[in-house]
């Protein structure tokens, strides 16, 4: 029996064993890639673009080109800094998939076109704009499934495990979206 942590993956490009039934694999689109500039200065790097390691690196490399004399370097405490765009993705999801395991089983039809509306902000308002361009191409693609929390919730798990398949990560097995945001891991482990 599989650990609650371990993915099912397809050797295949379909989006492996975590592909939800009721929406099919993740259509072939090409990987997500980085500009990592904001708008206001094309030359400083957008730090909701890219991950906290690469930013570190461009930061160093800019402060040594400004500052030809001695460079002291200050201990960084990520706890306290901005998020970087993994931080701010792993947050991101994890309040969206909470959201989604706690939308109405049977939600007013004004319910269901707020939540449409929500992802399509989201697609417009979205810090990095590398995977706010995504999203919105996605919901072009599928558009949210609102009429109940089971079907948002694995519309959601379809979508996540799309932007998974394309960073090269595991699938997550959809079947399993309400006891990982909801309900608590049917072991007990995530009882108090």
Sequence with gaps: ???????????DSTGGGGANPLFGA???????????KTEEDPKKPCR?????????????????????????QQEHNPNNCPLDKDQLG?????F???????YPDKPSPEQQKDMGTFFTLLS?????DVCATDLAEQLKVRPPATNSQSSLSQWLCWLHNGVNQKL?????????????WRDGWSDGSCDY
Excluded at 26 to 36: E, H, K, T
Excluded at 124 to 128: A, E, G, L, S
């Design 26 to 36: 993740f259509p072939n689109v090409p990987p997500l890639s980085n500009s990592n």
């Design 48 to 72: 909701a673009c890219m991950d906290f390691k690469s930013w570190r690196k461009q930061q160093e490399k800019s402060s040594k080109q400004k500052q030809a004399g001695d460079l002291t």
């Design 124 to 128: 417009k308002f979205y810090p990095c």
């Design 90 to 94: 792993q947050h991101t999801w994890g």
């Design 96 to 102: 969206l998939h909470t959201m989604a395991a706690y």
């Design 1 to 11: 029996m599989p650990s609650r942590y371990s993915f099912d993956i397809d050797s």
């Design 168 to 180: 090269g990560k595991p699938q997550f097995d959809c079947s399993k979206v309400n006891e990982r």
